[in-house]
Every structure is written in structure tokens, then in C-alpha cells.
């Protein structure tokens, strides 16, 4: 399982390396590839700065920190880390929640944040504390903060409950480029559904929501669509067609 892991880690290495990630335009920057627990995280760098945090399996490690951060928050997160590994999660969460408040890198507070919520939803089964820290990460990882929303409510079964806590996440927002991410979100689970008519009328809504003019500036950027989306909502469908399966008279 570990050499698959990998293998996956390095394949991504080497499709972003000739120029392209997921279908959108990487440009240079730097790849990291980390084998974290039962997944692959590989967080890519791009020209002007921008990470692109992913991880690869059902569970990566609770504690994610940022590709450069300073000594104090890394020391945080170590100590966050350590205590995970102890078992001391109310403590974890708590050193997390010193980076959150104290910190002036907002990144590392994002991260922080996620972390948080990766405790809440891996160690200590809190479905709901677990999306309300995923909706208080904002810069660097949003985008992965959303996903992991949408696996929240995978591993319990109720993708509905994902599509309504994206929904108030898309009525609090007043960024357009996070707007129609969660929107195209959205349609995604809808479609990995099968509500393909559900799916379409939250397709809708992005040209109604943002001019031509606004769309090609997000173009190319990679900001328009969740790097993670299409392997997170895979998920709900697939789950759908075992159950069939399993339960299909012999």
C-alpha cells in the first residue's frame, strides 16, 4: 500500500512537471511529496506564491502545516503534533488554537484552523466540530478546507448535509472566485449523485453570478475550480454503487 502511495506521489510529481495539474495550467514553482499516514500529501507551489495543498487517501495526518512557516508556529505545530500522537487531542487543539489567535501569518492560521478540524473529524468522530472549524479556514486553505466538508459528510453518509453547509458557506463569502468554486462544487456532488437536473441549475447560476470580463481573469489562475473536488465526490457515488451491488439478490 505504502509503494502505491508512492508511485501516486510521483506521478503527480512528474504530470505536474510537464506543465499541468488536474486540467489547469501549474506554470513553475515548487512540488513537495510527503507520505502522510494512510495518504499522499503534495502541496504545490506556483510562480506567484500560491499553494496548492492536496491530500491522496482517505486520511492524511491530523496535523497540517504550511511549506514555509516560521520557528514559533513550527514549534506549535510540533507540539500539536506530538500531542495528537499521545492522544491528548483536547490539548492539540488548544496548542492549534494559540496559532490561530497569536499568529500574524494568516496562512499558518489557516492551517492551524484545518487542523483543527482534521482532529475533530479523525481522532475524536465530532462531525459538526469538524465543519465548523473547516468553514474558519480562509487563506491557503479554503480550498481544501471545503473538500474535506464534503469527506466529512461522506464518511457518515449524508452528502446533503455537505451541499447545505456549502450553501451557507457561498452566502457568507463575498469573494466571486470563491463563489463560483463552491457553486461548481456543488454541481459536482449533485452530479456524482446522479441529480443531474440539480446538478445543471447550480451550474446555472455562475453566469449569472460573474461577468465574461471577470471569468477570464480568474482563467488559467486554478483559483475557479477545488483542486480536490472530483476524487472527494467520487466518493459518495461510489459508495451508492457498492451498496447496490452488495445488496443485489444472488
Not at 510527503?34 to 486520511?59: I, L, N, S, Y
Not at 471545503?146 to 455537505?162: C, F, K, L, S
Amino acid at each position: 500500500m505504502k509503494a502505491l502511495q508512492v508511485l501516486l506521489g510521483f506521478l503527480v510529481l512528474l504530470w505536474f512537471c510537464h506543465g499541468r495539474l488536474f486540467g489547469q495550467e501549474a506554470g513553475r514553482g515548487e512540488v513537495r511529496v510527503e507520505v502522510e499516514g494512510q495518504g499522499v500529501r503534495v502541496e504545490v507551489r506556483g510562480e506567484e506564491g500560491r499553494r496548492f495543498p492536496m491530500v491522496f487517501g482517505r486520511e492524511g495526518r491530523c496535523v497540517i502545516k504550511p511549506y514555509q512557516i516560521n520557528i514559533v508556529d513550527r514549534a506549535r505545530f510540533d507540539i500539536a503534533e506530538l500531542l495528537v500522537e499521545k492522544g491528548d487531542c483536547t490539548e492539540a487543539i488548544a496548542e492549534l488554537m494559540n496559532i490561530c489567535q497569536d499568529s500574524p501569518d494568516a496562512t499558518a492560521a489557516s492551517a492551524a484552523q484545518l487542523s483543527i478540524g482534521n482532529i475533530r473529524r479523525q481522532r475524536l468522530n465530532d462531525t459538526e466540530g469538524a465543519v465548523a472549524a473547516y468553514k474558519l479556514v480562509m487563506t491557503g486553505y479554503d480550498q481544501l478546507a471545503e473538500n474535506y466538508i464534503v469527506a466529512t459528510y461522506r464518511d457518515i453518509g449524508e452528502p446533503m448535509m455537505a451541499l447545505k453547509a456549502l450553501e451557507g458557506l457561498l452566502k457568507t463569502t463575498e469573494t466571486p472566485v470563491r463563489k463560483v468554486r463552491l457553486l461548481d462544487l456543488m454541481a459536482r456532488v449533485y452530479h456524482e449523485l446522479e441529480e443531474l437536473d440539480l446538478a445543471i441549475e447550480t451550474y446555472r447560476r455562475i453566469p449569472a453570478m460573474i461577468t465574461y470580463d471577470e471569468a477570464m481573469a480568474m482563467r488559467g489562475s486554478g483559483a475557479a475550480r477545488g483542486v480536490m473536488a472530483q476524487p472527494v465526490q467520487m466518493n459518495f457515488i461510489r459508495e451508492r454503487h457498492l451498496h447496490r451491488r452488495d445488496n443485489e439478490p444472488q
